[in-house]
C-alpha cells in the first residue's frame, strides 16, 4: 500500500522566493496533518484537516505561512516569502479519524528537507 | 492541558541488554497513548499504542510498552537490543475524551535518542 507521499524530498532556495510542499495522504484517510521538525524546538503540530477543513492553524508561526486542502487526496503547505529561520524539515501525516476511531494512529511521510538560505 | 515529557535525550544500550525509554504523560481525560520510532531522513513510524486494556501492550520490531495510571507513565521496552534499533523514539497522548477539535491531536515528546552499541 502507497504510504503518505511527500514532495520534493529536498528543497533549496534563496530567501523570499515562495515555497510549496505538496502531500498526498493515504487513500481513506479523512484527517491530514502539517508538522515541522527542527533540533530546537523538536516537532511542532503546524495546521490539522478534518474532511478537507482546516480545524486547528494555532500552529501556524505567521501570516507567511499557509495550507490548503482542495480535495481528500492533496495538500500543500505554502511559505510566502521564505525566510532562514523557516529551514526545517516538514512532515505530513494523515489518520483516518471519527466517532470511535479517536485511537487510529498517524501515517508519517518521509518528510521535506527545506533550506532557505 | 495534555503533555508528555521524555526525561532522557539519549540511551545508551550495548547489543542484547534490555532496553527502556521512559515517557510520562498529563491528561484530563482517560490517556490514548503511543510510541513512534524515526530512522534518519524517514518520517515518523507508528510502534504500538495502549487505548484500554491489557497495561503491557506489544508492539513492532519486539517492542512493548507498560501503561502504568499510577506513576502516569508509559516507558517503552524491549528485552534484547539489537544496534538496528538505533534511532529517534517518540512518546505521544492524546486524550481519550476528547477526539474533536485540538485536544484530539496527539502531543509529542521531544523524542529519545536510541544508542545501541555492538
Known amino acids: 500500500d502507497a504510504g503518505v507521499i511527500q514532495s520534493p524530498r529536498h528543497e533549496v532556495t534563496e530567501m523570499g522566493q515562495e515555497v510549496t510542499l505538496r502531500c498526498k495522504p493515504i487513500s481513506g484517510h479523512n484527517s491530514l496533518f502539517w508538522y515541522r521538525q527542527t533540533m530546537m524546538r523538536g516537532l511542532e503540530l503546524l495546521i490539522y484537516f478534518n474532511n478537507n477543513v482546516p480545524i486547528d492553524d494555532s500552529g501556524m508561526p505567521e501570516d507567511r505561512f499557509s495550507a490548503k486542502m482542495p480535495n481528500a487526496s492533496f495538500s500543500t503547505l505554502k511559505i510566502q516569502p521564505s525566510e532562514p529561520r523557516d529551514s526545517a524539515v516538514y512532515f505530513c501525516a494523515s489518520s483516518l479519524k471519527g466517532v470511535g476511531k479517536s485511537n487510529q494512529p498517524q501515517h508519517f511521510g518521509d518528510g521535506t528537507r527545506l533550506s532557505i538560505l | 492541558a495534555q503533555s508528555v515529557a521524555q526525561p532522557e535525550d539519549q540511551v545508551n544500550v550495548a547489543e542484547g541488554n534490555p532496553l527502556t525509554v521512559k515517557c510520562t504523560y498529563s491528561v484530563s481525560g482517560n490517556p490514548y497513548l503511543f510510541w513512534y520510532v524515526q530512522y534518519p531522513n524517514r518520517g515518523l513510524q507508528f510502534l504500538l499504542k495502549?487505548?484500554?486494556?491489557?497495561?503491557l501492550v506489544k508492539g513492532s520490531y519486539g517492542f512493548e510498552a507498560e501503561f502504568n495510571k499510577s506513576q502516569t507513565s508509559f516507558h517503552l521496552k524491549k528485552p534484547s537490543a539489537l544496534v538496528s534499533d538505533s534511532a529517534l523514539y517518540f512518546c505521544?497522548?492524546?486524550?481519550?475524551?476528547?477526539?474533536?477539535?485540538?485536544?484530539?491531536?496527539?502531543?509529542f515528546g521531544k523524542g529519545t535518542k536510541l544508542s545501541v552499541k555492538p
Open positions: 495502549y487505548i484500554t486494556g491489557d497495561n
Open positions: 505521544a497522548v492524546r486524550d481519550g475524551g476528547n477526539y474533536g477539535g485540538s485536544q484530539g491531536n496527539l502531543i
